[in-house]
């Protein structure tokens, strides 16, 4: 099973090899998205508006700064998104902070 995942990981970086970087951004920013949608579809209780808010701050915050991008779409695991590199110190600890601050909004709901 761990064969064909890694060679179908292999095809996936090929094809996504000559995809633009900011189309990681992108990714980042369409899961958020996707994290305010699904507070529309999900019951009252179900608070995952609050990681979609952090994940939107985050790809906006990282590519203001100049932070670098790559895409990542594995098959194996049904899973898309973006990897961010090149962050500045300050930049990780906000992140790091927008996540501690949605988890922290989701314990206490």
Do not use: E, Q
Not at 44 to 71: E, K, Y
Not at 98 to 105: D, F, G, M, Y
Request: aromatic residues 10%; charged residues 5%; glycine residues 12%.
């Amino acid at each position: 099973m761990s064969t064909s995942s890694t060679s179908s990981s292999g095809r996936f970086d090929t094809i996504l090899g000559w995809l633009p970087v900011w189309l990681g951004f992108v990714l980042i920013l369409l899961a958020g998205a996707a994290c305010g949608v699904s507070r529309l579809l999900l019951s009252p209780g179900a608070d995952v508006v609050a990681f979609g808010v952090a994940f939107i701050a985050i790809a906006v915050l990282s590519w203001a700064s100049g932070a670098g991008s790559t895409p990542s779409v594995s098959a194996g695991d049904r899973s898309f998104g973006g990897y961010l590199a090149h962050l500045r110190p300050w930049v990780w600890a906000v992140n790091v902070g927008l996540i501690v601050a949605a988890i922290a909004k989701i314990l206490a709901s």
